[in-house]
């Protein structure tokens, strides 16, 4: 934890946190100001816990800050260079991007959308996507984006639980080469749902559908629309979209976002993070049907007027050098991905990546999950030459933005591999013990937001309670998002996995993160996963699963031995696994997230469940076979 870098873009902005820690209410007040309002707000917060509304009285329209502001100064600037994975390409500006969104407003209008509505998309990460979104927020419609792969009988939950009464799909989408059959998907999931009057299909793929009388094809739509359309003026605490985040149980939470503090909080945390100047070229990796793709693909960045690459496919097809491809065809300057997906490059080896010029990357990011230091450190050398600074960023569905990161785009200060450094301004972080009191440093508790923030959510659709309960029962008047950290002597935060995916052994509560951690530290190893099975005497045994890297010739046996070594040296005797498993890939989502629980399900030997989400379910076929042949 000591180990630090010393790398940045030279910004030295003493005074934004200062004032933030002085008057958060009036720092954010400030940043507010920097959208553009119809009319003003009358009060900066009105603070009912566990309930806020930022900027009340307010007026804006999100889509309106995202396209309208730019179209005297930007018009013939690109907002969207998107690369398909079968090799289309499209270069689409601000103006082509206004003229769209306004004629799909339309659309949407003439099929009797109005304020309030909820819309459902359901779509490949194509720019249509991102135009849906967009008439949706101009208008006051209610956009609720579906991950496209997710199964029917996901898509029917979601549906039935907004009320949807407009989906919006495509024939297909490719991945790994592969036409995924959407519109099929969607007939399945509709078929009982008597409610749903339209359903708005893209020809993206041209392979055969079904057709009923429900279904309108989007060109015949757009054809017949005017490109005139006016923003709503909307409430600063208008919703403007539903997404719904899956648990281990249970039914999915519609996680429900508003307009004007939402919006406030991500032109802030873009601007502060990244260093957004007007000819960088942002790549973020992140599917749209995430909330990092509504946030740090569609909004933030046409908030700022920037140019960013959107792509529809895998990154390692169809080789594993198409990320690199992307970002030197396009000169990216900023890169955000995941920490699995570094993994899977590193995996892939150091030549891939050289072999590219990737001289114009600037600033890395990573999101999703915490970054392992020995990840977090070939991403630095590799990828960024030693000269680019590492945004390790920390938020989840619920915060609407970033939360913990280190700023370059505001203050140069030391970085840590594995550490997202401090709370962005205007958000007051502590780490605590299960009674809410603050721990000493270097002391492992749990992660709590103490005060309000203008991307927090609404709340829950239609489900007050389970807001209260789920996020503001564990401590007073305190949001608890359930993950597990500590703060070192230099109060940085070490964010260490979720509260959940802490094992329990003997007693010690142990972070999966950190227990993953160590053994990618191991040089022949890629990636690992861990979770606990039954153990009568400890409670939890600790089973790992690990992928070596490409050309490992090493014996498993002395590899094994090194991993326990290493981990009884770093972490502790009791943090020494049961067991390890060598398997080929570990089973993650599409978003490119460890699916922990099938592995903990495939380990204690239980159902696994539904793997809707998962991109390739040989992965689980191969370690369901290697667990049982080693318990039989």
């Given at each position: ?9 030279g910004?030295h902005?003493v ?6 820690n ?6 954010w ?8 309002w ?13 309930f806020?509304?930022?900027?009340v009285?307010g007026k804006?329209n ?7 502001v730019h179209?005297?100064?930007k ?6 260079l ?6 289309d390409s499209?270069?689409?500006t601000y103006?082509?991007l206004f ?5 799909f ?5 003439s099929?009797?959308v ?12 194509v ?9 949706c ?5 209610i956009?609720?984006?579906?991950f496209?792969g997710?199964s ?6 979601r ?5 949807s009464?407009?989906v919006?799909?495509?024939d297909?989408g490719?991945?790994?080469g592969?036409i995924i059959?959407?519109?099929e998907?969607v007939?399945d999931?509709?078929k009982?749902l008597?409610f749903v009057?339209h359903?708005?299909v ?10 009923s009388s ?7 739509l757009m ?7 006016d ?8 919703p403007?979209?539903?997404l719904?985040?899956?648990g281990?149980?249970?039914?999915p ?6 307009t004007?503090?939402?919006l ?9 993070a990244?260093d957004?100047?007007?000819s ?8 749209i049907?995430?909330?990092?793709g ?7 960045p046409l908030?700022h ?8 496919g ?19 300057t900023?890169f ?14 150091d ?5 590219f010029?990737?001289s114009s ?5 990573s999101v ?12 630095f050398?590799i990828?960024?030459k030693?000269?680019c600074?590492?945004?390790?960023t920390?938020?989840?569905?619920e ?12 203050e140069?200060?030391p ?11 205007g ?25 309000p ?8 659709w239609k ?12 401590y007073?008047d305190?949001?608890?998002?359930g ?8 109060g940085?935060?070490?964010l260490l996995?979720r509260?959940?995916d ?6 010690h ?7 993953e951690?160590?053994?990618v530290s ?21 089973i ?6 490409d ?6 046996s ?12 770093d ?9 390890i498993?060598?398997v ?20 204690n ?18 370690i369901?076979?290697?667990?049982n042949?080693?318990?039989?």
């Amino acid at each position: 934890m000591s180990e630090k870098y010393d790398v940045g873009l030279g910004n030295h902005n003493v005074t934004l946190r200062k004032n933030a820690n002085s008057d958060f209410v009036s720092f954010w007040d400030n940043q507010a100001k920097n959208l553009h309002w119809f009319s003003p707000w009358n009060q900066t917060l009105d603070w009912n816990p566990p309930f806020a509304k930022w900027f009340v009285g307010g007026k804006i329209n999100a889509c309106y800050n995202a396209l309208d502001v730019h179209q005297e100064t930007k018009s013939d600037k690109p907002a969207i260079l998107w690369e398909g994975e079968n090799g289309d390409s499209k270069t689409i500006t601000y103006s082509d991007l206004f003229i769209e969104v306004q004629k799909f407003a339309n659309v949407l209008k003439s099929l009797g959308v109005i304020k309030g509505d909820r819309v459902t998309i359901y779509l490949p990460m194509v720019p249509e996507l991102i135009v849906s979104m967009l008439a949706c927020a101009r208008i006051g419609a209610i956009h609720t984006v579906i991950f496209s792969g997710f199964s029917a009988t996901s898509i029917k939950d979601r549906i039935d639980d907004s009320k949807s009464e407009i989906v919006i799909t495509a024939d297909g989408g490719y991945r790994r080469g592969k036409i995924i059959k959407l519109k099929e998907v969607v007939d399945d999931a509709i078929k009982d749902l008597d409610f749903v009057r339209h359903v708005i299909v893209l020809e993206r793929t041209k392979n055969p559908i079904s057709i009923s009388s429900k279904d309108k094809f989007w060109n015949n739509l757009m054809d017949d629309a005017s490109d005139s359309c006016d923003a709503e003026r909307l409430d600063s605490d208008h919703p403007l979209y539903i997404l719904y985040t899956s648990g281990t149980t249970g039914k999915p939470k519609g996680v429900l976002h508003g307009t004007g503090g939402y919006l406030t909080h991500l032109y802030s945390t873009f601007k502060w993070a990244f260093d957004i100047k007007d000819s960088d070229v942002f790549f973020c990796t992140a599917d749209i049907g995430w909330v990092t793709g509504h946030s740090y693909v569609v909004y933030a960045p046409l908030l700022h007027g920037a140019t960013q690459i959107m792509y529809e496919g895998a990154p390692d097809f169809p080789d594993n050098s198409r990320m690199w491809e992307i970002l030197e065809k396009y000169g990216a300057t900023i890169f955000y991905t995941t920490p699995t997906a570094l993994r899977m490059f590193m995996k892939f080896g150091d030549d891939i990546p050289n072999s590219f010029n990737l001289s114009s990357i600037r600033l890395l990011g990573s999101v999703g999950e915490p970054i392992n230091p020995e990840v977090w450190k070939w991403y630095f050398k590799i990828i960024g030459k030693e000269k680019c600074p590492i945004i390790d960023t920390w938020w989840q569905t619920e915060t609407g933005g970033m939360m913990i990161s280190p700023l370059p785009g505001l203050e140069t200060i030391p970085l840590k591999p594995g550490s997202g450094t401090f709370p962005i301004p205007g958000v007051d972080i502590s780490v605590v013990d299960e009674y809410g009191s603050e721990i000493p440093n270097n002391t492992k508790g749990y992660l709590v937001i103490r005060k309000p923030w203008p991307g927090m959510l609404l709340g829950l659709w239609k489900n007050d309670e389970k807001y209260k309960s789920v996020y503001w029962s564990k401590y007073l008047d305190c949001y608890y998002p359930g993950d597990y950290a500590l703060k070192d002597d230099d109060g940085y935060l070490w964010l260490l996995g979720r509260a959940d995916d802490v094992l329990k052994i003997a007693g010690h509560r142990l972070g999966t993160a950190e227990l993953e951690s160590c053994i990618v530290s191991d040089e022949h190893v890629s990636e690992s996963a861990v979770c606990g099975i039954s153990d009568d005497i400890k409670g939890e045994s600790i089973i790992a699963f690990v992928v070596l890297k490409d050309g490992i010739v090493i014996h498993k046996s002395i590899l094994e031995k090194n991993i326990f070594n290493k981990i009884r040296i770093d972490i502790g005797p009791i943090a020494t696994p049961k067991k390890i498993y060598f398997v080929k890939k570990l089973p993650k989502t599409r978003s490119g997230k460890i699916m922990r629980r099938l592995l903990k399900s495939i380990a204690n030997g239980e159902n696994i469940g539904d793997t809707s989400t998962l991109d390739d379910e040989s992965a689980v076929t191969e370690i369901q076979k290697i667990v049982n042949s080693a318990l039989n």
